[in-house]
Nanobody, 123 residues
Framework: QVQLVESGGGLVQAGGSLRLSCAAS????????MGWFRQAPGKEREFVAAISWNGDNTDYADSVEGRFTISRDNAKNTVYLQMNSLQPEDTAVYYC????????????????WGQGTQVTVSS
């Protein structure tokens, strides 16, 4: 059982930046692909970014491509999401997840989920 804890959310003005972190409880963290998803009020959860187990492969939603960067540090059992040029439409609860990289954009690819961290972008 992998436990995931997100941190780093908060309130930021449009154009600002935040870095989210997701710490995993297991040393087997390095075996998993990691993903970030988000869910805005009244909307379905959507894919944001994913990274393969060794960091060699990444994938991004079109809406965040060029603004967000996913990375990982397997020595620290942590995955990060650097978010730049934030816009009000990025406001959501952000979740990290652990799973496989066969279909990284699909939530069904992930077996373990964190509780989420709120990101609010003011205009």
């Amino acid at each position: 059982q992998v436990q995931l804890v997100e941190s780093g959310g908060g309130l930021v003005q449009a154009g600002g930046s935040l870095r989210l972190s997701c710490a995993a409880s297991e040393r087997t963290f390095s075996r998993y692909a990691m993903g970030w998803f988000r869910q805005a009020p009244g909307k379905e959860r959507e894919f944001v970014a994913a990274i393969s187990w060794n960091g060699d492969n990444t994938d991004y939603a079109d809406s965040v491509e060029g603004r967000f960067t996913i990375s990982r540090d397997n020595a620290k059992n942590t995955v990060y999401l650097q978010m730049n040029s934030l816009q009000p439409e990025d406001t959501a609860v952000y979740y990290c997840a652990a799973g496989d990289y066969l279909r990284p954009w699909a939530s069904s690819s992930y077996d373990y989920w964190g509780q989420g961290t709120q990101v609010t972008v003011s205009s």
